[in-house]
């Protein structure tokens, strides 16, 4: 116990010791001079050079991405961070080679010829830089379908909101308030851009869905141009809402159909092992 509170009492000494010197040592700026540098005119710096090696991994990593931009908008990653990806993406690849050669001098995968696992190092890095470009797509592709499901929602309650008497700059932003999606983020985001700029939000749509490549956002922007304001922009919002929905059920109806299509060649697989199975003695009984 005395040992404890000799601890305390040490420490504490050392602090307040610690405190005092950096009173005495370190002294606070005037304040005259803080307010002088508050009014002191700033000159934008110039910004810093990009290293060589960072420019050539960046150039490197983003070979094949022309045209891409749209993917990395709507999967909200920047090229950096698909470059990034790339590369383990690349790890990945070589890693299975990479493991046959360490594990081949302690007789793991022994069987294996050197040359093999050597050249699928390379080949496997290659093949996985490559994939990262075909996931990038299908990541598009599942976003751009879930886009479609939030505006179908959104347009949907932004109808209903009319319905109830609410304006219909009420109602857009109200109704993009309620979701937490990444396409309700997307439409949010629009709104506030079109407020800032004093411009109509339908403008605001149609450059976001040039952006992350949504044509349904294009079509929304053309569809209330025409429609104008008033009832008629009410309509078009429940006209678009409903097919929006209609195409979404069609779609799913379709791929649910394609699924239950490639289900057959599973069952037929296994119908032809059984039979196969209780074929088979017979077979080598009249041999």
Not at 92 to 108: F, Q, S, Y
Not at 154 to 178: F, K, N, Q
Request: hydrophobic share 55%.
């Amino acid at each position: 116990m005395n040992l404890l509170v000799a601890a305390l009492a040490g420490g504490l000494l050392g602090a307040g010791l610690l405190l005092a010197a950096r009173g005495v040592l370190v002294q606070p700026a005037p304040l005259g001079e803080l307010l002088a540098d508050l009014h002191r005119p700033r000159t934008p710096t110039a910004p810093r050079p990009i290293a060589w090696w960072r420019r050539g991994w960046a150039a490197v990593g983003g070979v094949g991405l022309a045209g891409r931009d749209a993917d990395l908008a709507v999967c909200e990653r920047s090229r950096s961070k698909f470059v990034a990806d790339r590369a383990t993406w690349a790890a990945l690849g070589a890693a299975a080679g990479a493991a046959v050669l360490i594990l081949r001098p302690l007789g793991v995968f022994a069987f294996v010829p050197a040359p093999i696992a050597l050249a699928a190092v390379p080949a496997g890095a290659v093949v996985g830089w490559f994939y990262a470009l075909a996931d990038l797509r299908s990541d598009a592709a599942k976003y751009r379908r879930e886009f479609v499901h939030s505006l179908a929602a959104y347009l949907e309650l932004t109808s209903i909101l009319m319905a109830g008497g609410a304006g219909v700059e009420t109602a857009l932003h109200e109704a993009a308030a309620i979701g937490s999606s990444p396409g309700f983020r997307h439409l949010r985001a629009a709104l506030s851009a079109a407020s800032a700029r004093r411009e109509p939000p339908w403008t605001a749509f149609g450059e976001l869905g040039r952006r992350i490549g949504v044509r349904e956002l294009e079509q929304l922007e053309a569809a209330m141009a025409l429609a104008g304001s008033g009832a008629r922009v009410k309509e078009s919002l429940r006209v678009r809402a409903e097919g929006l929905r209609e195409r979404d059920l069609a779609a799913q109806e379709a791929a649910a159909h394609s699924r239950s299509e490639t289900m057959v060649l599973p069952v037929a697989m296994m119908f032809a092992g059984f039979v196969l199975l209780l074929g088979y003695p017979a077979i080598a009984g009249l041999s």
